[in-house]
């Protein structure tokens, strides 16, 4: 079945009052406490000390970005190559963390665009040929999608996990740990006022558009993926409140499944990167175990995936691409109106995963019929060693350095 036709078969759901669907969102709560045994994953697996254990794994990436730190005053070409192994370490880190402590199934599909791109390697993990510069967009249900879209980079025949950006809300970059993380990454921020964002959003993708030059005299671009959310922010009652009020002031129809995405910042990343990107890769996105007219946010955070052994039992993926060349890209009306129809066609499709618990298959013709699964895990069981790879250079550096100076002081006595 096609994102048309589930569309025209969906149609009238979507038209519901805005004023009922805005008092629906208002009365969704968060699971209260005395619910717990009602989680789709069942009982918290740990507590607090062992969460505790684990929440520190997170910081050690961030440690190897400290001590790479100076490299940017020294040569910021390898600075930047440096953050780019940090983030390869950090797409490591979370994939086996995933496979050890939030193990769950991921079902992937997509529509023809991407028949021939996604398929399952003997020992049955799926790997993608997405190309080495894209845009990618996803509808936004809980903080955690873009860890699971990192993984993504992982499985790619040309391994992406070291070259992701992300277009994130700037109040992230006040977390402590995660938010200067971001930065070392070179993620960009975004105000949500585009006479603050557009110079730097400008700044970011200027750099991500530099043609470097081979000693050979050839010329060409370092691998991208820019991954972005265009509802802004991740599904909430809120959220979705403040979608049926727009809806509703500017005579839209409202999604049921997701928020009126924005266009402005995608427009201005597409057209600043046209040239240099042929391909938007969308991904929609479904947790199993959120019912319906819930949010995935109060069942899956990074606490309850990560720490507390409480992760959705399957993530499903369906993907499609659209080629820069057929977006209206000269004119933001209607480019607004075309990500607006795909944002449809995704709420579709959520509608189809929430009354069956599956995606459209893959069909015939594809690499891989109906659907591919797999679990999030690392290509060779001792690859997460890798992850201290930079750390224990570090080490080895300083304990050198360190003996050198003891044996000159020595023999300076």
């Known amino acids: 079945m096609t994102t048309s036709e589930l569309r025209q078969r969906v149609a009238l759901n979507h038209i519901a009052e805005i004023p009922d669907k805005a008092t629906a969102a208002a009365d969704n709560h968060p699971p209260k406490k005395d619910e717990a045994l009602s989680h789709p994953s069942g009982k918290a697996k740990y507590g607090r000390a062992m969460a505790f254990l684990r929440a520190l794994s997170f910081t050690m990436i961030h440690v190897t970005q400290i001590i790479g730190a100076p490299l940017y005053f020294i040569s910021k070409d390898h600075y930047y190559d440096y953050m780019s192994l940090c983030k390869a370490s950090f797409g490591l880190l979370t994939t086996t963390m995933t ?16 028949a021939d791109q996604l398929s399952v390697t003997p020992d049955g993990r799926v790997q993608c040929d997405f190309p080495e ?19 993504v980079g992982y499985t790619n025949i040309r391994q992406m996990h070291g070259h992701i950006y992300i277009i994130l809300k700037e109040s992230i970059k006040y977390i402590p740990i995660i938010g200067p993380g971001c930065m070392f990454y ?60 727009w809806a509703a002031k500017t005579g839209l129809k409202d999604p049921e499944h997701l928020m009126l995405p924005r266009s402005t910042g995608m427009l201005f990343c597409l057209n600043e990167l046209k040239g240099t990107v042929d391909y938007v890769y969308d991904c929609t996105v479904a947790y199993e175990g959120v019912p319906r007219g819930q949010y995935g946010e109060n069942y899956f955070t990074l606490s309850s995936t990560y720490f507390q052994g409480r992760p959705p039992k399957s993530v499903n993926f ?15 009306e209607e480019f607004d109106c075309w990500l607006r129809e795909r944002w449809y066609e995704k709420d579709a499709l959520m509608e189809q995963y929430v009354s ?20 999030v895990r690392t290509r060779y069981w001792w690859e997460f060693v890798k992850i201290f790879t930079m750390l224990g250079a570090f080490g080895l550096t300083l304990n050198v350095m360190l003996k050198t100076f003891r044996r000159l002081a020595r023999d300076g006595a």
């Open 99 to 114: 496979y050890w402590w939030a193990p769950t199934l991921i079902r992937i599909s997509g529509d023809a665009s991407v």
């Open 133 to 151: 510069r894209l845009v990618m967009i996803a509808n936004h249900q809980i903080y955690t999608d873009w860890l699971y879209l990192w993984w």
């Open 186 to 245: 070179s993620f960009i921020f975004m105000s949500r006022k585009m006479a603050v964002d557009r110079p730097r959003m400008a700044h970011r993708l200027g750099k991500l558009k530099t043609q470097h030059t081979n000693p050979d005299g050839k010329s060409y671009l370092n691998p991208m993926w820019l991954l972005l959310f265009p509802e802004g922010t991740n599904l909430s009652g809120n959220g979705r409140q403040k979608s049926a009020a």
């Open 318 to 332: 369906y993907w499609r691409r659209f080629a820069l060349a057929d977006m209206p890209l000269d004119s933001a």
């Open 356 to 375: 069956t618990g599956r995606f459209p298959a893959n069909g015939a013709g594809a690499k891989t019929e109906g659907y591919i699964e797999t679990e």
